[in-house]
């Protein structure tokens, strides 16, 4: 029985994560669950799954939940509930949980998921934003402790799958498939006027606002070059994106010999979460992908005079430690102002471009040292952010 830690459990893919352990209850347990703001799934999450310990972002929230668990019949001893940062370190690290599923958005993901490395778990990784802003670190110490870290993000999956046909000094190059996202085919003189809901409407995949906001920009495929090069240990210039829009090949490896393996399935993330829990074994699933789909395969460069973001990320994986940290963060601050109207689809990659030319290069050592400059490079991309701001939008707190 594998004892799971899910950090994002309300999210999509905490949720599928939910799903999958559901459809094998003789291999995996809840152990552990933390949430953010929602509490009312988070509720529902702990008196269904029983965890040993549930974790809420906000403390009043965590109080809130309390009583309601010991109202349900759920004691300290069943279910016990803590919050905050410490509270997500406590869940990643709890001794009786042997796998940590890392979901949580963003970096407020990644003290925990560093520790949970730390601490010996074996870690399946769907937040990119920690290996974009600390693979370095991340990496180094997974190598440390003798644990594997497993991709659940598609693209990696499919690359880690496909890497198991050669050896590391055999492979060529990494092919990162993009479905290209809402606007494939807007041409570049609309996208100035390019809506929220028209950004939010993703064609193959149902994500976070954050994760498909940064599909409709590229950047996610950005990060995911960065990522990439972290989880793999190779140089940008041997990973390369490639369009194809029907999302069927989920990623390549190209071999020094010229053979290219390629991993197919559906769309459906239920699939690598499941890869990533049974590695490295695999299990039967009803995940069936259906051969006859197969018929239309396309693939296209990348537009990158259309898509700033990508080269922005390609700069930025070259360079390494404090752009790609002030990459992260101002694409974090830039989309959460696109969210609430606050700037155009165009200003994003503005707004980071402009953060990442005003943070000096250089390579940090330590979480807390990632998570200080983070927090700077947050602070710069606001002002550049109210800079774009439009005419008579108020800039609230982003976040
Ligand atoms: N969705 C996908 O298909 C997909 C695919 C590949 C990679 N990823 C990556 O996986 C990660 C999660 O994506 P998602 O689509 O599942 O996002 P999502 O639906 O927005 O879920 C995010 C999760 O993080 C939690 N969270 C946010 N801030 C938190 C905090 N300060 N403390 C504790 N928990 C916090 C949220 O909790 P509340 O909801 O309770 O506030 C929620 O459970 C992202 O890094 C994304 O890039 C996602």
């Not at 919050?83 to 925990?112: K, M, N, Q, W, Y």
């Not at 807007?186 to 929220?196: D, L, N, R």
Request: net charge negative.
């Amino acid at each position: 029985m594998k004892r799971i830690a899910i950090l994002g459990s309300t999210g999509s893919i905490g949720r599928s994560t939910l799903s999958v352990v559901e459809s094998y209850p003789d291999r995996f347990q809840v152990s552990t669950l933390a949430a953010g703001n929602n509490a009312e799934l988070a509720f529902e999450q702990a008196v269904r799954w029983k965890p040993r310990v549930v974790s809420l972002a906000d403390e009043a929230a965590a109080q809130a939940l309390q009583s309601r668990l010991r109202q349900a019949g759920l004691g300290k001893n069943e279910v016990e509930v803590v919050h905050g940062a410490a509270g997500t370190v406590r869940v990643a690290t709890h001794p009786e949980v042997d796998f940590v599923v890392s979901a949580i958005v963003g970096v407020s993901g990644l003290e925990a998921t560093y520790e949970a490395v730390r601490a010996g778990k074996t870690v399946g990784l769907a937040n990119k934003e920690c290996l974009v802003v600390a693979g370095e670190l991340l990496t180094a110490e997974a190598r440390k402790q003798g644990k594997p870290l497993l991709p659940i993000d598609s693209e990696h999956n499919a690359v880690h799958q496909c890497l198991r046909g050669g050896r590391m000094d055999e492979v060529e190059r990494i092919w990162l498939t993009a479905s290209g996202g809402p606007f494939l085919n807007t041409p570049k003189s609309e996208f100035a006027s390019i809506t929220v809901e028209q950004a939010l409407n993703h064609p193959t995949w149902k994500m976070g606002k954050r994760i498909t906001i940064d599909s409709a920009t590229l950047m996610n495929k950005g990060f995911e070059v960065i990522e990439a090069c972290r989880l793999f240990n190779v140089p940008p210039d041997r990973v390369q994106v490639i369009v194809h829009p029907q999302s069927t090949i989920h990623s390549l490896v190209e071999f020094v010999d010229g053979s290219i393996l390629a991993q197919i399935s559906v769309t459906d993330m239920r699939l690598p979460i499941l890869y990533a829990l049974t590695h490295p074994e695999r299990i039967p699933s009803e995940l069936r992908f259906s051969i006859s789909d197969l018929r239309h395969l396309d693939f296209s460069p990348p537009d990158m005079a259309k898509f700033p973001c990508l080269g922005l990320a390609y700069e930025a994986a070259a360079a390494g430690g404090a752009k790609t940290i002030a990459l992260n963060a101002a694409d974090e601050v830039a989309v959460a102002a696109f969210l609430e109207e606050q700037i155009g689809f165009e200003d994003i990659p503005r707004i980071v471009e402009e953060t990442m030319a005003a943070t000096p290069a250089g390579h940090l050592e330590s979480i807390r040292g990632v998570l200080a400059l983070d927090t700077e490079a947050r602070l710069l991309a606001r002002e550049m952010t109210k800079r774009h701001a439009r005419k008579g939008s108020p800039i609230r707190a982003i976040s």
